[in-house]
């Protein structure tokens, strides 16, 4: 079993930026790609975008490309967003979610969650 734990959100002005960080524990994830999801009151879960299991490969979708940036350690079990020129469409929960297959180059399917942090952006 995978446990996911996010965090790093809060409260910024747009046009500002946050890193979001993924700990994993109870087994390693260098094996497994990984996502960010995002989730704003209302809505249904948003693909954000996701990185290979080595960290080589990443995907966005248009409407965070060019500002998200995903990597990964995966000698610290861990990953990141990086959120820049933040908007305040962006205001959503943020999770993290681990790939059910191993050795991918995309999230493929999310087998694992985390608990999600919020983050708001204020115009």
């Known amino acids: 079993q995978v446990q996911l734990v996010e965090s790093g959100g809060g409260l910024v002005q747009a046009g500002g930026s946050l890193r979001l960080s993924c700990a994993a524990s109870?087994?390693?994830?260098?094996?497994?790609?990984m996502g960010w999801f995002r989730q704003a009151p209302g809505k249904e879960r948003e693909f954000v975008g996701s990185?290979?299991?080595?960290?080589?490969?990443?995907y966005y979708p248009d409407s965070v490309k060019g500002r998200f940036t995903i990597s990964r350690d995966n000698a610290k079990n861990t990953v990141w967003l990086q959120m820049n020129s933040l908007k305040p469409e962006d205001t959503a929960v943020y999770y993290c979610?681990?790939?059910?297959?191993?050795?991918?180059?995309?999230?493929?399917?999310?087998?694992?969650w985390g608990q999600g942090t919020q983050v708001t952006v204020s115009s």
């Open positions: 979610a681990a790939d059910r297959n191993l050795y991918r180059d995309y999230l493929t399917v999310p087998g694992y």
């Open positions: 990185i290979s299991w080595n960290g080589d490969r990443t």
């Open positions: 109870g087994r390693t994830i260098s094996t497994c790609a």
